[in-house]
């Protein structure tokens, strides 16, 4: 199945760099997803921490129930979701009611990107959520007393006292989520199957295909390193720039 | 609903309340606001319910789709109910494809994994936070920055390894490689190094030897720590897909997410079975964040750990 392996330089790089036009597409795939996934995910999080306040009742069932999908196969999650995007399915039949008729996602290049969004941020948000939770449950009430006292209203209590307070919390989870959406493979891989095409083709699929379904690992190796070099990348310049907007106390 | 709620205050406070002398130095519109935040929260709590039940659409859908008899899944207009509830589904889905046998074989994986994890952990954890030899620190680094190299990246020098050893297929294939985490052993040595020095020191001058020490001392004051670390261990085995994928070619050897994936391969338009099946493949995490949830929560906070 995998013949002898022969050292062969750089060779790899300058293939897939050079003459293999799928790579570059997944790198902006990748890209695509984590621009989009990102930001998304932390709005979501956020305002759902900051939502199910110690004044909601039952704040620990909400808080759990919005985490279950993050811990439920992803594969699992994925087809459901798929199910649900068909032409027939139950989200088309809404979007009837709403006058749109032709209700396809997974049939256009722009859907299906969007789909897979959806579908992973409602199965990940979750988790930051809950990392945000916690970290907001530890700001002290004294500092949001003095502020008040001192006139601040609630949008400037936010900028100047529960971000700043929130930031190694949201530091914390900007890197973790960052590695993990340039990691994006099961999503796709059952809901779109990397179509339209291979608009939802990303890394971690490409480098799956190359090397178990096409038998190339060097190939493969090759697209893995690199996707390692831009996480690595990616973390570092997080770390450097931390001191800049994390205070730790 | 709004206006019952604003009248009845006023008239019972009419009726039943007597004026008394306070009253004059109470100024009305305290209670005013006190009624308007009440009515706030209110309003807060019921919209927070309707987005949790539009966000849990997916899965009563799929509950719903995996007791629907097969031709009325995609019936128009969608009902939550077809024209019977059909258990036998869960049936049908278990005997469709050995999903007894995935399950087992999840089980297995997931549990030797989430033990292996929990003691390589335990004692690395230890090594790092009361032992003194040379290159510690060093060690320590180097630990840490393996927690930077996701899985993903390492997959192919993993399989290359796997075949070297004449493992592919196999539960040990599936269990070791991910045996060993930087992770949990960073997390335990954070819980190691709060422990007083104080009750270790005792036993050593009663003579107890390291292990002794580890075991009967230390092990149990972490308990919470080595619990959350064993959930998510659990959970990420469980619900681990590019790696099996990779090394498992056949179907006896399918845990959970490949038995899905290869049932959408085979009954891809069984829209009530594989609903069905996935309901099945989601209970056993699902049952144990609900049962720890109060651990768990806390165990994100203490560490930021998931099942991602």
């Known amino acids: 199945m995998f013949g002898e392996r022969t050292f062969v330089g750089f060779q790899n790089f300058v293939t897939i760099f050079t003459s293999d036009p799928m790579f570059w597409r997944t790198v902006g795939n990748t890209l695509l997803f984590v621009v989009l996934y990102v930001p998304l995910n932390f709005v979501l999080a956020l305002g759902l921490a900051l939502w199910i306040s110690p004044r909601i009742r039952g704040r620990g069932l909400y808080r759990l129930l919005f985490f279950l999908p993050a811990v439920t196969p992803i594969v699992a999650n994925a087809l459901v979701w798929r199910l649900l995007v068909q032409p027939n399915g139950v989200f088309a039949d809404i979007a009837s009611w709403f006058g749109v008729e032709q209700f396809n996602p997974l049939g256009t290049e722009t859907g299906a990107m969007a789909a897979v969004v959806v579908m992973s941020l409602w199965q990940g948000f979750g988790y930051n959520m809950l990392v945000f939770s916690a970290g907001l449950d530890s700001i002290p009430d004294h500092l949001y007393e003095a502020a008040s006292l001192d006139g601040a209203s609630a949008p400037r209590r936010f900028w100047h006292v529960?971000?700043?307070?929130?930031?190694?919390?949201?530091?914390?989870?900007?890197?973790?989520?960052?590695?993990?959406?340039?990691?994006v493979f099961a999503q796709p891989y059952v809901l779109t199957g990397g179509g339209p095409g291979v608009a939802t083709t990303t890394m971690v699929m490409y480098l799956y295909q190359r090397g178990f379904q096409l038998f190339d690992l060097g190939t493969?190796?090759?697209v893995a390193t690199v996707l390692f070099a831009i996480i690595a990348l990616i973390t570092a310049v997080q770390f450097l720039g931390q001191r800049k907007w994390v205070h730790y106390e | 609903m709004s206006s019952a709620t604003a009248q009845r205050p006023d008239t019972t406070r009419?009726?039943?309340?007597?004026?008394?002398?306070?009253?004059?130095?109470?100024?009305?519109?305290?209670?005013?606001?006190?009624?308007?935040?009440?009515?706030?929260?209110?309003?807060?709590?019921?919209?927070?319910?309707?987005?949790?039940?539009?966000?849990?659409?997916?899965?009563?859908?799929?509950?719903?789709?995996?007791l629907k008899p097969g031709n009325e899944v995609f019936a128009s207009p969608?009902?939550?109910?077809?024209?019977?509830?059909?258990?036998?589904?869960?049936?049908?889905?278990?005997?469709?494809?050995?999903?007894?046998?995935?399950?087992?074989?999840?089980?297995?994986?997931?549990?030797?994994?989430?033990?292996?994890?929990?003691?390589?952990?335990?004692?690395?954890?230890?090594?790092?936070?009361?032992?003194?030899?040379?290159?510690?620190s060093g060690l320590f680094a180097l630990y840490l920055v393996t927690l930077l190299v996701p899985q993903e990246v390492v997959v192919i020098p993993m399989f290359i390894f796997m075949q070297e050893l004449g493992w592919q297929n196999s539960y040990q294939a599936l269990i070791l490689p991910w045996a060993f985490t930087a992770f949990g052993t960073f997390l335990l040595r954070q819980f190691f190094l709060t422990v007083p020095r104080e009750l270790e020191e005792a036993a050593t001058v009663d003579g107890a030897s390291r292990l002794r020490i580890l075991l009967t001392i230390i092990v149990p004051i972490a308990k919470p720590a080595i619990g959350v670390l064993a959930v998510f261990t659990f959970i990420n085995y469980w619900n681990s897909f590019l790696w099996p994928l990779i090394i498992i070619s056949t179907q006896d050897m399918a845990t959970v997410p490949i038995g899905l994936n290869s049932f959408l391969g085979q009954q891809g338009n069984q829209w009530q079975l594989l609903m069905a099946a996935s309901t099945i493949s989601m209970l056993p995490t699902a049952l144990i964040v609900i049962l720890l949830q109060r651990h768990l929560v806390k165990g994100i906070a203490l560490s930021g750990l998931g099942g991602r």
């Not at chain 2, 929260?41 to 659409?57: A, D, G, H």
């Not at chain 2, 077809?82 to 549990?111: C, H, K, Q, Y």
Request: charged share 15%.
């Open chain 1, 162 to 183: 529960t971000l700043p307070m929130l930031s190694p919390s949201l530091f914390f989870a900007a890197v973790m989520t960052l590695i993990t959406s340039f990691q």
């Open chain 1, 220 to 222: 493969a190796s090759a």
């Open chain 2, 14 to 66: 009419a009726i039943v309340q007597p004026r008394d002398l306070h009253d004059e130095y109470v100024p009305r519109p305290a209670s005013a606001r006190k009624r308007a935040r009440l009515a706030r929260e209110i309003t807060s709590q019921v919209l927070l319910t309707l987005v949790l039940l539009l966000f849990l659409m997916p899965f009563i859908w799929m509950l719903a789709t995996a």
């Open chain 2, 78 to 136: 969608p009902s939550l109910f077809g024209s019977e509830i059909r258990w036998s589904n869960f049936v049908d889905a278990w005997t469709f494809v050995p999903f007894g046998r995935f399950m087992w074989n999840g089980l297995v994986v997931s549990v030797l994994g989430t033990l292996l994890v929990c003691i390589t952990s335990v004692f690395a954890a230890y090594a790092f936070a009361r032992m003194r030899f040379r290159g510690r």
